[in-house]
């Protein structure tokens, strides 16, 4: 039996050149173009079928990351199909994708809470804000973890470096959650990275050769750095062949210290990614 076809994708025009296109399905970027190029990987073998995360582009991760809870693996956000609210097309400047999430059957059977999420994809002139924010509608206190998983395009992993981390400890889920000691180093990749950094409040910077993105976050405590590397991402059925060099993921997450929120309480989690000029600046140390 085929699986039941997706919503079709959201499209909107920001200011000057930037698009971005998300899924309701997980209330899912799947692009964002902005200054002449596509910012954002999703993998051509990337599945669509409901129940399967999509493959790139930035999945929303709610309320558990990874295996650290009992429901599905990263939580079900990503695989729930949202509602999209709609937006004002007739001003660029406030261009807006919005979607809702709100508890049902299918959240409850995991985790039994009532809450209201919500997910804005801002695109401006050089930038890109996503915002996830949760409200606690029970009778009762609950705790999750998030993320906003953004694959970042790269021309080539191999000289990709992220910045802002040198001095931060970090859990390495390569080696079972290993504390590592800050590398006094950009982050490379050489092989499979997995690292969640703690307390990461301050902008990191992306270098790719001659291209530099910053990446800041707002309410998300955490860093999660991850490539796959060559020999994982040979396992894996939704990536091409050479797909793991096409990209960089760098998390917004709060895993860590989960968000604990009493009944009317709400929260705000943002990951902004700015355009900026020359990547040189950043080659000391790398
Ligand atoms: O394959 P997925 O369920 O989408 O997870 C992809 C990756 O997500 C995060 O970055 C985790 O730190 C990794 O351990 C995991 O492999």
Known sequence: MNA???????????????????????????????????????????????????????PVIFPQFGERGDGPRHGFARTLTWE??????????????????????????????RFEAGLDIEPGADRLRIALSVRNRDRSAFEFSAALHTYLAVSDIATTLVHGLEDRPYLDSAQAGAACPPSDAPVRFDGEVDRIYADTRRPLRITDGEQMLRCEAEGFADTV????????????????????????CVEAAQVLRPVRLEPGEAWTGAQILILEGSAAQYRIGG
């Open 84 to 113: 999209a609210e709609s937006a004002d097309p007739a001003d660029p400047q406030a261009a807006r994708l919005s979607f809702r999430l709100a508890d049902r059957e299918e959240t409850r059977r995991h985790w039994p809470h």
């Open 225 to 248: 750095v991850w490539n796959p590397g060559e020999a994982l991402a040979a396992g894996m059925a939704d990536l091409a062949p050479g797909g793991h060099r096409r990209f960089v």
């Open 4 to 58: 039941p076809a997706l919503p079709a994708p959201l499209i909107l025009n920001g200011p000057g050149d930037a698009r971005v296109e998300a899924s309701a399905f997980g209330a899912h970027l799947l692009s964002w173009h902005c200054r002449g190029q596509e910012r954002l990987y999703l993998s051509p073998n990337a599945g669509f079928g409901a129940g399967k995360a999509i493959r790139g582009g930035v």
